[in-house]
């Protein structure tokens, strides 16, 4: 049996390695991906938490983690109908050319 | 671990311990390489197909946590719809081998040096609990039961995340409907 700190560790390297991508990606699309990344991770930590606790038959961790995709899809849809109608209009996704609305 | 791969392994000879570690930390270490492809690669398109990759790893690893359906669900949704998305995303769009890191090295170390704190954080919390297996040996929930207590116990939740489901299909509409001149 892989001990749960392993699951943790990898789950934590998932999420730094997400949190890399949002910070240095300058394309929109990248940035969604990291962000899916990162929802990866949480979801690792929620099943690790449901197998390991004291009632696994319970299920809670993995509804949760059902959850989390379905958000995770319906927020990839939203990110991405945006890039599209933001490169529709300012022919960019670069994110640091998006910036009408900064001061 | 999986029942079939168990099978496998009897006819083998090899324990059953260290063939799932022989197996997993393979497994965990291509899924973080491959990670750090989607967020490095200089090719949007191929950080699309990294991230697949990645999202296949991580289902490996649901596996290994005896979630056999999400591993399903996170094959099925996120590399058969979210990348597919993606992809077609890259192709509608026109800036597909851009710099990753726009040529600024400040904003790039500056990130790391972020990204490796916090993870130095988790590993520090992670490694200073001390962690009771007390659900280790235990039945893991089947997929009988799962779909039971979604339509019973939690069938107002289920029900909310079609509506958003719903609303984020109206809205990914409205968004990407080409205005009439």
Redesign the interface.
Known sequence: MIPQSHYLILSAALFSIGVFGILTRKNAIGILMSIELILNAANINLITFNRFSGKPADGLGQIFALFVIAIAAASAVVGLGLVIAIYRNRKTILVNKMDLMKW | MPSGLIQLLNNTGVSH?IA??MI?YPI?CL??LF??S??TSRN?FH??LY?AL??IG?AC??L????E??AI??IL??VG??VT??I???M????IS?????GIMR??L???I???G??FI??KV??KTT?Q????G?????LP??GR??MTK?VL?FEV?SL??L???V???V??K?RKK
């Open positions: 311990e799932a570690k997993f965990a899924t973080l990670a750090i989607v967020v949007i950080s699309a991230l990645t999202l991580v690893v649901y290994y946590l005896d979630a359906f999400l669900v996170q949704i996120y719809a979210i998305l993606f077609f995303t890259i509608l769009t026109a800036d851009t710099v990753p890191f726009g904003r790039t500056l990130s790391a972020a990204a490796i916090i993870f988790l590993i992670v490694s962690w297996a007390a659900g280790a235990a039945p893991s929930l089947g039961e799962l207590s979604l939690y939740p995340i958003i489901s609303a984020a299909l809205g990914a509409i968004i990407g080409a």
